[in-house]
């Protein structure tokens, strides 16, 4: 319901958040439609979090010797972004879209996050484990269930590409075994059983 998704998406009560997230802007970089159905991939200009976070810690921790109130904390939080820049980062989004009537909604996909959330988990821990291949697997079942997750199909690829020297050296000491294998046999066919 319309109630659900501005509860679920609300940073009004925020008081560094609500601030920096308006901060955000897009740019759409493709847009396919078939039937009632459709996806965007946009270009997003957002803060970059984990630096206001770790910004947010450290001021934090200045803090707390002094005696400030969780007011006061909440005013130097709110002036410190309004009086400085705001560390920014690019990255690109799928957007899910369907056709309600004559227009066109985001699809906010919630059935599936948690599936998805806990396939990308355990892709990651795979990946940190070194079982790449795993991994991928874990990322590509987390993609069929949310094809607009782009970061994830970046995952993939990047998998990809750590994955093809591993492919190549295999396909090399096949081929160095076939080699010393054939080499065995034509020795004795030359000297005799």
Do not use: C, H
């Not at 897009?26 to 039937?35: A, K, P, Q």
Request: aromatic share 6%; proline share 4%.
């Amino acid at each position: 319901s319309l109630e659900t998704f501005i509860r679920y998406n609300s940073i009004e009560d925020s008081v560094v958040v609500g601030p920096l997230m308006r901060r955000t802007t897009f740019e759409i970089e493709t847009l396919e439609t078939e039937g009632d159905r459709g996806r965007a991939v946009a270009r997003v200009r957002q803060p970059n979090i984990e630096r206001v976070m770790s910004d947010l810690f450290d001021t934090a921790l200045s803090s707390i010797g002094s005696g400030m109130s969780p007011g006061q904390f909440d005013k130097l939080l709110k002036k410190r972004y309004r009086s400085r820049p705001v560390p920014m980062v690019t990255v690109k989004r799928g957007v899910g879209l369907v056709r309600e009537g004559e227009k066109w909604k985001i699809s906010a996909g919630w059935p599936q996050e948690e599936q998805v959330g806990a396939l990308v988990r355990q892709a990651s821990y795979l990946e940190e484990a070194g079982n790449l291949k795993e991994a991928k697997e874990k990322y590509e079942a987390a993609l069929a269930l949310n094809e607009n997750l782009i970061e994830i199909q970046d995952q993939i690829d990047a998998l990809d590409f750590r994955l093809k020297p591993a492919a190549e050296a295999q396909r090399e000491s096949r081929r160095m075994i076939e080699q010393a294998l054939e080499d065995l046999r034509r020795g004795r066919n030359r000297n005799g059983p």
